[in-house]
Every structure is written in C-alpha cells, then in structure tokens.
C-alpha cells in the first residue's frame, strides 16, 4: 500500500487560494536524485466519462527495466474541481492518490502523464504527487504546457532544453525515431538527467513510456466497463450536475465579481449588432481577421444590393459576392466561405434560423465545424448571438485579459479555456453574450496587446482598491 507522506490538500476556496496551495507545497520539493535501484516504476492515467464528472484513475506497476507488469489498480470517483490549466494536480490528484494506496507494492518512482516543474508557477501534477507521496517522480507530456525548444535530432535518445522564463524546465525526448518527441520534466526527488534516462528506459516500442500507456489502455478499460454512473457531488444526476454547474464551482463567485465589474464600469453592450440573426450568422463570417467597422461596410453592400438573406446569396454569383463583402477583406476567401456555409444553411434548414435553433447544440457545433472556413470562434458565435444557445465565445481577448490575472497560460487550448468558463458559470445565454462583449470592451481600451494599462485597469483596481 502506498500512502501518502502529507494529506492530500483541502478544496481550494478559489483560484488565489489553489495557487496559495500549490505554492506552499512548492517549498517542499527537492530536485536532486534520490532514486537510489530503481526495481519497479508505476505510471498512473486519468480518464473523464463526456458529458459528466465522473472519472477513473488507474496505476500499473512495472519491473524496470524489464518492462513486466506486476500489478495494477483503479478507482472511479467524482471531479472535485473545475478543469483548469495549471491547476490539473487539484483536479486529478486525489484520485491518483485512491488508486496509489490500492497498490500493494510500493514504486520506486512514479511517471505521471502530465507535467512537473514545466509549469507556469514550477509546480505541475507530477511534483504535487511526488511531494504528497514521497516517491520520486517524474512528468512525461505529449504536448506543452509552457516553454519553448528546439528540434531534439531525430535518433532515439535525442534531447533538446525545454525552456521557460529563460531557465531550463525540462527537455523534449526523442524516444523513437520518426515520431514526436516527447517532455519530461523532473517532479519530485529526482534530477533532470535520471528522468530522461528513466523514461528512455521505459520506452520500448512506442512513443509513450510503458507505465503511463499501460495506465492509459487500463484506464480507458474501465471507464468503458463502467455499469453505473458516478454518484453526483451536489446531490443530482450526472447530467443535470454537468449541464447545470456553476454555483458550487470555486471559481463561480471570482468571475461573476469580475463580470459585475465590468458591467459597473461599462454598462450593458448589447451585443451582437446585426438586425437579425442570420445577419448576426453573415457578420461572425466576415469578421474573421478584420474589425467591425469593416464588417459594416460589407454588410452595407448587401443590404443596399437587397442581397442579405439566405435565398439572395445562395443564387448569387460568387465574383459578385466577392465584390459586394470586399471592405470586409479577404473578400475572396470569405466569399467562398460564406457560399459554404448557405449551402449547408439552405440545404439542411431551408434557410430559417428558427428551423436552426429546435436542434441539439451539439449536433449543430459539429454541423458548423465541419462547413469550410468555419472555426470553433465562428461556430460559438453563431450559436450564442444568432441561435441564441449557451455556448461562451472564446476569442484571443479572453485568453490575454485572464492569463495576466493567472487564470491559465496565454498560449491555452481554446476548449480549454472555453469549458473553464462554463464549468465555472451558470449556463445561461444572456450572461455569456454580455461578458464576451466586456471582455473585448476591456481589450480594446485597457488590455491591450504590447503592453495593457494595468495600472488603470478596472480590474486591477477591483483586486487592490
């Protein structure tokens, strides 16, 4: 049985206190080597049931170097924290800890798939581990959370320096020539050097190190098999808990006073302009790389050529839509993209918005994706301001405004960020329209790309009045 050496943390209040957290457990985590013979090294995996917060964790314990497996156990539980880059160990930790204590042999290093000082504050899910278990511990990433590197060569064992804030956090790997390097990072109780050679070691016929797949395949086995659905945290089903979040979220309370910031200090928005919604549906087009008041210009045209409805543009030629949505900019491009997306308009709901909005919302963002030219920002804006739908609209504002207040990393998934904020807020159509709009009220006069006015920033004074 492995038990943990310090108790899991307590549910964080809010972000400032999950950081607070993360921060104090820092103090505690010792980058040098104390792996001593390593005989048996574990690698855990996390698991999500879609549409839910039900999910499993699973450790594998194999010889080392061998590669054998001894043992294995898992576990199935409910989230107790919002997904949010930078704070996964909150999230995912205290499940990996159930499996962990299961475990009837204790590794002598654990390899989690996730990151450990390549963190934004130094301090990823595989140190939290390493520091609650007292086990050596070591990150091993398919993908980035911060830093930047170089190309590592292509022969197996290739590395090259994973840099961040000008120091090295970690290296990308090269297990296997030909194929995407992986990033290891130290955790806990361990050097930079004896991770790599770890991890390479536990590399035999694929990319991923045996532990973490192995965990991975389990884990993935169970969530599958799963017969009955996870109890919910606040007493409901599993899908009114996922569908209707927001009011125990820790982050609930810190956004929505954000929001009422914003609101007090700029009023309502009454976004989206556009006279109609399938006006509202041409704009999210022809807004992509330009500003508004281009958009305006082109929308202009097609009024004044009685050309802005469905039926007109569906007949009209391309060259001439080109022409009329010129102010708009990549005329041509846009021009072909609009076509598409009336020929998916037309054909599968006649034309009306109406028709549109008595559909599944999933169905008609997987709709929207896959017309040409028509990304998730796109696709979420139709949904919200035009089908009136409970989608939050993700933008680069968003992303800049809350990675400087610490939020996640400025360089976050757009899912990521997008199900931060609808794990955290009611689901509800009229706050989502009215606090994309503040965002890029704020962007636009405050937070601005070089260098934002923090010092008269509304949101900095809210925080130190």
Known sequence: ??????????????????????ERLRSRLVLEDHTGSVRLVAGADVSYDKGSDCFHAAVVVLKFPEMETIEEAHVSGVAPFPYIPGLLSFREGPIVIKALKKLKNRPDVILIDGHGVAHPRGFGIASHMGVLTGIPSIGCAKSLLVGEFGDPGTKRGSTS???YKGAEVGRALRTKERVKPVFVSAGHMISLDRACEIVLGCCTKYRLPEPTRMAHILVNKVRKEALTPCPSPVGRGVKDCHSERSEESVFSKELLDIFNTLLKEYGP????????????MVGAILTQNTNWTN???????????????AEAIHAMP????????????YFNIKAKRLKSFIKYFMENYAGKTEIMRKRDAAQIRRELLSVTGIGPETADSIMLYALEMPVFVVDAYTKRIFSRHGFFPPDSDYHEVQRFFMDSLPRD?????????LIVRLAKEKCIKKAGECRICVLTKAKNP
Do not use: C
């Open 1 to 22: 049985m492995v038990e943990p050496v310090l108790k899991h943390p307590r549910r964080p209040k809010n972000y400032k206190d999950a950081v607070r957290i993360q």
């Open 161 to 163: 320096p994973l840099v």
């Open 269 to 280: 928005q009454r976004w989206w302009p556009g006279e109609t919604p399938f006006e509202v």
């Open 295 to 309: 958009v305006e210009k082109a929308i202009g045209n097609l009024k004044r050529s009685d050309s802005l409805s």
């Open 318 to 329: 391309e060259a001439r839509l080109a022409e009329l949505i010129r102010p708009s900019g």
């Open 429 to 437: 159509v009229k706050l989502y329209n009215e606090y994309h709009a």
